[in-house]
């Protein structure tokens, strides 16, 4: 691990990217991704085995529950290697933002239950906690009986995951609940959204029955959770921004018009070199906010809305200019360009939109 906040990955880590790059580059090509996106599930669950072969499903989680124990910096390469290649699977919801919670706040009964079962890939997790999702639920009860109601949009692979942690008003404050995804009261169908890569859910409960996550209020402990989910969310950005840089280049070097390559004209040059500008930048701010997650949690409250939003629009921005530079292929259904703004957008709004984090940060710096 790294001893400082500087991004830098060590041997290991590199090691790490390297082998997840050559796993998912003869795993998961975009032709294969195109396929996994249409099927009803939104991933491959054969892959998702694998996966918790290979030890990325646990690489976070504490060794005692079956996991490798790695801080952040392992889930940040695995995540900006997905967004390389815009890997249709449900790591985000489950690895990074479930496991997290449930080994923060669980009972040992809990824990014992849902990790190990994550781990090995047979147990998969939805969050609808702030910004995670747009909605709003309440509870009621007392001790370990608890009902929820309450109804959500946009839930990460809430059509299928197995338990989905909510977010719900009691008369104490907002506490976590955990919901089994078959229990009575609860339903669950998936939305029809522009970046089929992303899977997402409308969530209904009605007197749902549901376990509590943690004995307190939930704020501070969700906002953290969204702030890693920023994170992972940024590095897979960065992936896919630099992506997008590749892609235009290589073809500004084979595409010719007036005898010569479309890359020497200064337009294309120019449009070329911002572009980089733009995905160093983000990777920059990326990588720092992955450090602190792993080294300094003060900072991570101002360089996640930092990373989130430059992110954003670094994204967005290498995707449209990478279908400017393809010309009338670029828009074709047949061409790749279109999936990667498509997960730009839908990167660009997931956990709050640019103008929404520039605000967290006015507000985190104490200027609102």
Known sequence: MPDDMSGAFTEEQEELRRYARQWLDEKAPLETVRKISETAEGFDPDHWSELGELGWLGIAVGESYGGSGFGFMELAVLAEEMGRTLYPSPFLSTVVLGAWLVERLGTEEQRSEI??????????????????????FAARGEGSNWVVSGHARFVLDGHTAHTIVVEAATEAGNRLFLIDGKAEGLDRRPLSVMDLTRPQAEITATEVEASPLGEASADDVVAQALDRAVAALAMEQVGGAQACLDMSVEYAKVRHQFGRPIGSFQAIKHMCADMLTAVESARSAAYHLAGAVDHDPAEVAVAAPVAKSFCSEAYEKAAGDTIQIHGGIGFTWEHDAHLYLKRAKSSALLFGDAGYHRAALATRLGLE
């Open 115 to 136: 990790l190990p079962a994550l781990v090995r890939g047979e147990h998969r997790l939805a969050v609808t906690a702030g910004a995670a999702a747009v909605g709003d």
